[in-house]
């Protein structure tokens, strides 16, 4: 496993905060998306991605962890724009999250993943969130994020291409296209979609999924980019899913 930190980012998404990514070696073969429709797939993003898992770019865990530690208290990071939480596959490497979640004290990190909640990964994860590092349980349809929420996890999901705003559509037509559409999943939680998608905001101002507890709102991210056909499949649900 291999792991690079940019230390102010040039995401517009996420704003100028530090960012990590993490080799591909992490991306659990469960995730519908690392066969098509993953965003770090293409663009700027995969080129770097392809550094850091080749290991032509990046460094351990550790060294990796070193501007985190040195973040003012209060200051918001994103770990894993690309690749997934540390642990080959579909595991979470225990010593690993306890490395990031101390280096995290004090801080606020925004942090997903794709891993299955197996009661081993479970019991990491709430035992970071102890040392309060939230890591979001990522759900590939609006029915498995109802699942996942159910385990009283901070969940976030993929959301259908039509609930992103369109090229040209002014904020007001997105806002009344987007009340017409399912905001409540299937077992009435509440679906936020997130603001950096479709307005001038950042990560950075935004923060909510750094938070632990959301009160039953499920973050949703419409699906974008070249890849969003594929994704809309996945959503579907028929794309492979296997968790």
């Known amino acids: 496993m291999n792991f690079h930190t940019t230390v102010v980012s040039r995401n517009v998404k996420t704003g100028p905060m530090p960012v990590m990514t993490s080799s591909r070696d992490t991306c659990p073969d469960s995730c519908?998306?690392?066969?098509?429709?993953?965003?770090?797939?293409?663009?700027?993003?995969?080129?770097?991605?392809?550094?850091?898992?080749?290991?032509?770019r990046g460094t351990d865990l550790d060294e990796a962890l070193k501007p985190i530690r040195k973040l003012n208290r209060g200051a918001l990071w994103r770990y894993g724009q690309a690749g997934d939480l540390p642990g080959e596959g579909d595991t979470i490497d225990h010593e690993a999250m306890r490395k990031i979640a101390i280096a995290n004290r004090g801080k606020r990190a925004i942090v997903f993943t794709h891993k299955p909640p197996t009661t081993d990964n479970l019991?990491?994860?709430?035992?970071?969130?102890?040392?309060?590092?939230?890591?979001?349980?990522?759900?590939?349809?609006?029915?498995?994020a109802d699942a996942l929420a159910g385990l009283n996890m901070p969940v976030v999901t993929v959301l259908e291409s039509e609930y992103g705003r369109k090229v040209g559509e002014t904020l007001s037509d997105y806002r009344k296209r987007l009340k017409a559409l399912t905001r409540i999943?299937?077992?009435?939680?509440?679906?936020?979609?997130?603001?950096?998608?479709?307005?001038?905001?950042?990560?950075?101002?935004?923060?909510?999924?750094?938070?632990?507890?959301?009160?039953?709102?499920?973050?949703?991210?419409?699906?974008?980019?070249?890849?969003?056909?594929?994704?809309?499949?996945?959503?579907?649900?028929?794309?492979?899913?296997?968790?």
Request: charge should be neutral.
């Open 32 to 56: 519908p998306l690392k066969k098509a429709g993953c965003y770090a797939m293409t663009g700027p993003l995969k080129l770097h991605w392809d550094k850091v898992t080749s290991g032509e």
């Open 123 to 144: 019991a990491i994860l709430r035992e970071v969130a102890v040392l309060g590092l939230n890591v979001n349980l990522s759900a590939d349809n609006l029915a498995e």
């Open 185 to 243: 999943t299937p077992g009435g939680r509440k679906i936020a979609v997130c603001p950096a998608t479709y307005a001038d905001v950042s990560c950075t101002e935004c923060g909510v999924c750094a938070d632990g507890d959301r009160k039953e709102v499920i973050v949703g991210f419409p699906a974008h980019g070249t890849q969003k056909k594929q994704v809309d499949r996945i959503v579907k649900g028929n794309g492979s899913h296997d968790h």
